[in-house]
């Protein structure tokens, strides 16, 4: 009998998991370099990745034409299906609707209202700043299908208007998993739903995202699974709860601090794919890593060298966490890139490159970040 007992609370328990499986998918930028547009795309929209984390009132994102991981999620009755990025640096959930003409909405699946029987308009409209334009819409409520989760009644933005450079993406919209502080129209984002409706079991999700396999990666909502991770969890502290923010000591690089000296602050973002920093911290790690720099801040290295290059050591909070060339050098058809980007401004984002390398485990409730070895 307390077999059964405890048979049933594991049970109980792993229903109250949910997962997402993340998509590592072709980027905008090898959808660009195949049809030989990325020169004149890159002149067209500059890469600034930290966009979205300074803004005045409303949300503001960037075109980060690296991303590469992509959930499915569905909105309505009978439901309707989209790709979306699970973004831990925004805080509203918007899809392409049937009322946009544009490119950007016309190359994706769009949402179309009068095939929902569960839908209703919200009261307001949506408008969403972008480091290279906008996404312009309405709000409105419907059944949000996220995993084996049935959120009710979530407000999300509808697209009339997308910035031109979302044309190019896989993803057809955004699932934003920030904090409320941050929101357009103060609209409760979907986790914090998916929390009051008691569809999880504890105030936090995690995510785990693969390195070379197209499959494998995400999203985990309410806890963590220690099969994706070696050793235990460290805790650090959120400095600011808006985005996913921490205190970063250092970078150094073969025990000589390259970047950060003095203490900065990081954060934790899967809508970024690369390791962001200020310029000039940037191109002296690049620098030392052996990597040659453009003039758009793309940083080169010799494919063959990846196996003598350093590893780089990010101390966070007394922490410290190691992300080596074979992480941090990506491979493709047209050479080897460094996941180092300038992002232009005092603020870190450690991104996909870093994510990785380290199980991340949101904390909402606790306003804490975990991170551990991923396998």
């Given amino acids: 009998m307390k077999w059964l007992v405890v048979l049933s609370a594991l049970v109980a328990f792993s229903e109250c998991l949910h997962r997402v499986p993340l998509i590592k998918g072709k980027t905008a930028r090898e959808t660009l370099q ?7 795309y890159r002149k067209q929209y500059p890469y600034r990745p930290t966009a979205k984390f300074y803004q005045t009132g409303t949300e503001s994102m ?5 991303l590469s991981y992509y959930g499915v999620v569905s909105i309505g009755t009978p439901p309707q299906s989209f790709t979306v990025i699970f973004d831990t640096g925004s805080s509203n959930l918007w899809v ?5 003409s544009g490119q950007a909405c016309e190359n994706h699946n769009r949402f179309n209202p009068q095939q929902s029987s569960t839908f209703k308009w919200g009261s307001q409209a949506l408008s969403i700043q972008y480091g290279t334009g906008s996404m312009t819409g309405y709000l409105a409520i419907d059944t949000v299908e996220v995993g084996s989760l049935s959120v ?3 407000v999300f933005g509808l ?8 044309a190019n993406m896989k993803a057809d919209g955004i699932l934003g998993l920030a904090f409320q502080s941050i929101a357009s129209d103060n ?38 699974d220690a099969s994706l991770y070696t050793g235990e969890i460290t805790w650090i502290p959120l400095t600011s709860a808006s985005y996913y923010q921490i205190k970063m000591d250092s970078v150094t690089i073969n025990g000589q601090t390259v970047a950060c000296a003095g203490g900065c602050q990081a954060i934790i973002d899967t809508g970024t794919s690369l390791i ?57 058809g047209y050479g080897c890139n460094t996941g180092f980007g300038q992002g232009g401004s005092q603020l870190w984002i450690l ?9 991340a485990v949101f904390d909402v409730g606790a306003q804490y970040i975990g991170l551990a070895k991923s396998v």
């Fill in 34 to 40: 195949e049809k030989g547009l990325w020169e004149q």
């Fill in 62 to 66: 960037t075109n980060d034409a690296d």
């Fill in 96 to 100: 392409p609707s049937v009322y946009c």
């Fill in 152 to 154: 009710a009644n979530q």
């Fill in 159 to 166: 697209s009339k208007t997308e910035a031109a450079f979302m």
């Fill in 187 to 224: 609209v409760v984002p979907v986790f914090y739903n998916m929390v009051s409706q008691g569809l999880v079991s504890q105030n936090l999700f995690s995510v785990y995202l693969s390195g070379n396999s197209e499959q494998g990666s995400e999203v985990l909502f309410g806890g963590t």
């Fill in 276 to 332: 962001v920093g200020p310029s000039n911290d940037i191109n002296n790690i690049n620098s030392w890593v052996g990597a040659s720099t453009d003039q758009y801040g793309d940083a080169t290295v010799n494919c063959q060298n990846i196996q003598s290059m350093p590893d780089v050591t990010f101390t966070l909070n007394g922490n410290a966490f190691t992300v080596p060339a074979s992480a941090y050098v990506s491979q493709g």
């Fill in 351 to 359: 991104g996909d490159v870093f994510i990785r390398e380290y199980y």
